[in-house]
């Protein structure tokens, strides 16, 4: 095939685990690929050679800036950019969708393509809690989509008009470090320092949501509609709420002992932990 009207960008970090399994399943479209790198120390940076990516450097803060800092320092050519994560694969029925792709093919006021993401944990697809299908917005014409920076942790991408979902588009994403549960659970505590402070910030109104919270809109839209009643809810009462829904009302029960470990930490493990520390900044401000 013949160069696709698309490029696609990775952030990466000490990534040989993941790098090579992403390259190889997007490596037949013959796109150009843009790594943004934090000071990788590992393989990461002669993987991406070899793979002919174009690669920078920029150092971390979080996930939303470096995305940011992406899309305004790379020189993409093509008419759309896809932005993926290190540990996230191309799978087959996606890889056909992208090989047929062409611009002309999109209705001219779309802007935006959601994929459908398969989380794996500890090496199974977890199917239910919310998990499947969940829909990320992944593909943009490029220079009209943009990083959401009001956010500390979960990055997501924002565009302005029409967007379209590929219930079929899947993207595999599975981090093999998190099979060690020390690897997990020091990761997310470094992340509710992130979320504590933006829902800190929220409260005091130096800080709002990019996007229209709306229950019928996009996904993204729906998810904003939820944060905003999750902001609602009393701190400590919340993650347990949460858990009871992701593992019974949603069925995160069916996910076996990897969805058991799973949702207990990500539901209701993490949230109490935020909580707690939002706690802890309300009493330090107060003193203050």
Same mark, same amino acid.
């Given at each position: 095939m013949g160069r696709p009207d698309f490029s696609f960008i990775i952030l990466t970090y000490n990534e040989e685990k993941h790098?090579? =399994?992403? &390259?190889? %399943?997007?490596?037949?479209?013959?796109a150009p690929v843009f790594i943004l790198d934090s000071g990788s120390t590992d393989n990461t940076l002669k993987i991406a050679e070899e793979f002919g990516a174009k690669v920078l450097y920029n150092k971390f803060?979080?996930?939303?800036k470096q995305w940011d800092f992406a899309l305004k320092n790379f020189d993409i050519k093509t008419p759309w950019t896809i932005g993926l994560d290190a540990d996230q694969v191309v799978l087959p029925e996606l890889f056909e969708k992208l090989k047929n792709f062409k611009d002309e093919d999109i209705p001219k006021d779309v802007n935006g393509i959601y994929f459908n993401r398969k989380n794996y944990f500890k090496g199974r697809w977890l199917k239910h809690g919310g998990y499947f299908? @969940?829909? &990320?917005?992944? *593909?943009? =014409?490029? %220079?009209?989509?943009?990083?959401?920076?009001?956010?500390? *942790?979960?990055?997501r991408f924002i565009v302005p008009g029409k967007t379209i979902i590929w219930k079929d588009g899947y993207i595999k994403e599975e981090n093999l470090k998190e099979n060690e549960i020390g690897f997990w659970i020091e990761k997310h505590n470094r992340y509710s320092d992130l979320v504590a402070q933006e829902e800190i910030e929220k409260r005091n109104k130096l800080r709002t949501q990019s996007i229209n919270p709306r229950f019928f809109g996009s996904p993204d839209e729906r998810i904003a509609? #939820? @944060? @905003?009643?999750?902001?609602? &809810?009393?701190?400590?009462?919340?993650?347990? &709420?949460?858990? #009871?829904? =992701?593992f019974i009302i949603q069925l995160g029960i069916l996910d076996g002992k990897e969805g058991w470990i799973f949702h207990y930490l990500q539901a209701f493990w993490f949230r109490?932990?935020?909580?707690? @520390?939002i706690w802890e900044l309300k009493k330090k401000n107060d003193r203050a």
């Open positions: 790098l090579p =399994r992403l &390259l190889n %399943s997007i490596k037949e479209l013959n803060e979080n996930h939303p299908p @969940k829909y &990320l917005l992944k *593909m943009f =014409r490029t %220079s009209v989509g943009y990083s959401d920076t009001n956010e500390n *942790m979960d990055h509609f #939820f @944060k @905003k009643i999750w902001w609602s &809810l009393p701190l400590f009462v919340r993650p347990f &709420l949460y858990f #009871f829904y =992701r109490l932990i935020v909580d707690i @520390k």
